[in-house]
């Protein structure tokens, strides 16, 4: 039988305070002053519940590269920084191309119990941008795959990607493109500038981004189809997506937390914790970004949560692994970077990390707010902490952070996963125990009819 819990005293993202009474894995009240015998009381005095953080972007590895990620680990980050579902990318071993691959990741993701887990299929066999993959299994499949995705590589081909938009169009799927024009950045190491020319290292092409994007947003506008875009680094791909939307094209696209708030002059140190795909950009770029998200031309922020394990970016700049981890450190960069400059407010942060992600993947189930009988996905956040990040907050197997010693703010203390208590003051719920409410959620919705999935 399930604990009953009740938030105290809560800010909600309106401003109104809630004292939010959980049972059965639902929210019951959220009225001030309630009262429950027998219910566990959560001091929620001074911090802010949002509706449970959705990346509609993440590196799982798992299967394939368990010694960077697992799906339990992957999952136990996502509980850390808040997250209640997560966006499982297709780049795995073997690719997660049939509807095999994509039932065993979220089965993986069902057993651990910490968040749920929501395959992304790729759009070509073994990612190799020559043949469409099983995308009509996958979507047909357990998973209920609707979010495809080469993410690390481009569909490059035009034609491709038309007949992969097409295919997507006719169940209400969506395509995640990783916008990056192959021979444009042909063994590109930094974002291409004057830097890059002091540095000695080979130049990433704003260019090589926006093209694709612009491609793209007119095949969408051709096939009627929607289109997603990963990880925007640069002013021009913000411009086109904005220009895109004006003509009432079906896009929409995502910004990472490091885009959000690092520039490339920290490349000077040649460390490698700073090498990613894209790179990251000059000020202006990360500026423009900030805007976008602001403005709404920017429907999300996701984190591209990608772990790598320590040989792999403890070297040279050239030979190390492009990636950052970002589950755990995604809301207190939101909030330094776009809440602390007073750009967003915290219904602006539950829309970008929340509520959007999880309509663009279709993600049943997702409480979009606090109403009586809502599932119990809640993230309870400290926004009065300003602290210094450290390794220790980082719960998946890499430690490829950009943050570590950087001062955030923001620092989430609860995280509730259908009402079972994944973060608690922040501290991780033991493996078993999660387990257990793994066990007791598929019981139970299985009993209502209802795939879980949500």
Request: charged fraction near 20%; proline fraction near 4%; glycine fraction near 10%.
């Amino acid at each position: 039988m399930s604990t009953t819990y009740l938030l105290k005293g809560a800010t909600l993202p309106d401003g109104s305070g809630a004292d939010i009474l959980i049972a059965d894995g639902r929210i019951v009240s959220t009225t001030r002053g309630t009262d429950a015998a027998g219910a566990v009381v959560v001091d929620a005095a001074g911090l802010v519940a949002l509706p449970g953080l959705v990346d509609l972007h993440t590196h799982l590895r798992e299967p394939g590269f368990e010694q960077s990620e697992t799906v339990l680990t992957g999952t136990r980050a996502a509980a850390a920084g808040g997250f209640t579902s997560v966006f499982a990318m297709a780049n795995t071993m073997p690719v997660s191309d049939t509807a095999g691959v994509v039932e065993q990741v979220q089965s993986l993701g069902d057993a651990a119990g910490y968040a749920t887990v929501r395959p992304i299929g790729a759009v070509t066999i073994g990612l190799a941008g020559e043949r469409l993959s099983e995308i009509g299994a996958m979507a047909q499949s357990r998973a209920a795959v609707r979010v495809f995705s080469d993410d690390g590589k481009c569909v490059h081909d035009s034609l491709l990607m038309r007949r992969a938009l097409e295919y997507v169009k006719t169940f209400d799927g969506v395509i995640a493109q990783h916008a990056q024009d192959p021979r444009l950045t042909e063994n590109a190491q930094m974002n291409e500038g004057a830097l890059s020319s002091e540095l000695g290292l080979k130049g990433w092409p704003a260019v090589a981004e926006e093209s694709i994007i612009a491609r793209d947003v007119l095949l969408a506008e051709h096939v009627g189809a929607r289109l997603h875009v990963c990880h925007l680094s640069t002013a021009g791909s913000v411009d086109v997506i904005r220009w895109a939307k004006a003509r009432g094209i079906q896009v929409t696209a995502e910004a990472t937390p490091h885009h959000l708030l690092l520039t490339e002059d920290l490349i000077r140190s040649y460390d490698a914790r700073y090498k990613v795909n894209p790179p990251l950009r000059r000020d202006e770029d990360v500026q423009a970004l900030r805007e976008g998200v602001a403005d709404g031309t920017i429907d999300i922020v996701a984190t591209d949560h990608a772990p790598h394990p320590r040989e792999s970016k403890e070297s040279e700049w050239d030979a190390a692994s492009f990636g950052m981890v970002g589950l755990e450190s995604a809301l207190p960069v939101v909030q330094t970077a776009l809440v602390d400059t007073g750009l967003l407010g915290w219904n602006d942060v539950a829309r970008v990390l929340s509520t959007t992600p999880a309509r663009i993947g279709r993600l049943n189930g997702h409480s979009h707010s606090f109403e009586e009988g809502a599932p119990a996905n809640i993230t309870l956040v400290d926004p009065a902490d300003r602290s210094s990040f450290t390794l220790d907050r980082l719960a998946g197997k890499s430690q490829n952070t950009p943050f570590d010693g950087v001062t955030l703010s923001g620092r989430v203390r609860w995280t509730f996963h259908h009402g079972f208590p994944t973060l608690r003051d922040g501290e991780l719920a033991p493996v078993e125990e999660a387990a257990e409410h793994a066990r007791d959620l598929a019981f139970g919705l299985a009993r209502e009819g209802v795939p879980a999935r949500g």
